[in-house]
């Protein structure tokens, strides 16, 4: 039986104040924030998966086709996760729309709402130079229930920029909509760090994520570090999280990805522990290390640099639970 998620989602402890603009959420969307957080809040801390994708099952893949060339060759179907969740205990998770689907976001729709109070929804901005993305956008958001939207850089029209007129747009409707940014900078958060420092500075009120670590990896040289301390710059912009996920993507060693340590340790120093948040990347982690390994290595590595267990309550669960906890509380008294 799904727990619901004003359980999943309730913390005790210090909220990471944000200055926002004004939000709107459409009557089916205030239904479900309404029925999410219809329970009492627990003190007990649960673990939350800030990073994961589902997409459908071969036999299902009729209903919800995937994106051309993108066919998986994982099985990522929501019945395997949820038995990987279980077998993990871990209680509830943000989806993000998977290339597989690309902009198609059915499946992942089907998924939050047959679960809504165990999944939050992440999409796929659309960043078309028709300017059509902003219009799916918000209808996903105000229709559909999704409470964050992932800039992927390498959809962007060629030789555009997450700043130009389309990504501006979509970002500041984003941050009026009380709905976290996330950024995936696979190539190299070098290549992306001035678009994302233009935003944050010229619309303080949007919250945003850094996927992976903003695949920063231990660095070996001058030129590793330095983009390693950007990473670390970040901090200065009150809005700014980071995703402690995908391990296996960023570490340079095998399970249980002890390289990792010092990062960890520096980002903590830097950001503080309530805005870091785990995230397994399922179901690529899989072969790597398997689900419950993926959460099994955060405790490994917070063990190597003696993280207080406070701290690592807010990362394995509360950081994401204030996070959007508070969003989808605001964005309900909004309406009324």
């Not at 009380?178 to 900078?185: A, D, I, L, Q, R």
């Not at 030129?223 to 999280?241: D, G, K, W």
């Not at 204030?322 to 989808?328: A, C, D, K």
Request: proline share 7%; aromatic share 10%.
């Amino acid at each position: 039986m799904a727990l619901r998620l004003s359980t999943v989602l309730s913390v005790v402890g210090p909220s990471h104040s944000i200055s926002r603009k004004p939000s709107f959420t459409s009557r089916a969307a205030s239904s479900t924030i309404r029925m999410a957080f219809s329970e009492t809040p627990s003190s007990t801390s649960k673990v939350i998966d800030s990073h994961l994708h589902v997409w459908a099952s071969s036999e299902e893949a009729g209903k919800f086709p995937y994106s051309p060339g993108q066919e998986p060759n994982l099985p990522g179907h929501v019945d395997f996760l949820l038995q990987c969740m279980e077998e993990a205990g871990v209680d509830g998770a943000l989806i993000v729309q998977p290339i597989i689907h690309k902009f198609d976001h059915s499946y992942v729709t089907s998924v939050l709402k047959k679960y809504p109070t165990k999944f939050i929804g992440c999409c796929l901005a659309n960043p078309a130079d028709d300017g059509s993305g902003l219009k799916q956008f918000e209808h996903l958001v105000l229709e559909d229930g999704y409470r964050a939207v992932r800039f992927n850089p390498y959809l962007w029209p060629s030789g555009e920029k997450m700043t130009n007129e389309v990504g501006k747009a979509i970002f500041q409707r984003a941050g009026e909509l009380n709905v976290p940014v996330g950024f995936m900078c696979m190539k190299g958060l070098n290549l992306h760090i001035s678009e994302i420092e233009q935003l944050c500075t010229e619309f303080p009120s949007t919250v945003v994520l850094l996927d992976h670590f903003a695949f920063c990896k231990p660095p070996k040289n001058d030129e590793e570090a330095l983009v390693l301390s950007q990473l670390l710059n970040l901090s200065r912009f009150p809005q700014v999280y980071v995703k402690f996920s995908a391990l296996f993507r960023v570490s340079r060693v095998q399970f249980p990805y002890p390289d990792l340590s010092p990062l960890l340790s520096q980002v903590v120093s830097s950001f503080g522990a309530n805005r870091v948040m785990w995230g397994s990347d399922f179901p690529f982690l899989v072969p790597e290390c398997g689900y419950k390994g993926s959460k099994e290595a955060v405790h490994l590595i917070a063990n190597q640099i003696s993280l207080p267990s406070s701290d690592l309550e807010w990362i394995m669960g509360r950081t994401a639970t204030q996070l959007f906890q508070s969003q989808l509380t605001t964005a309900k008294q909004s309406f009324h």
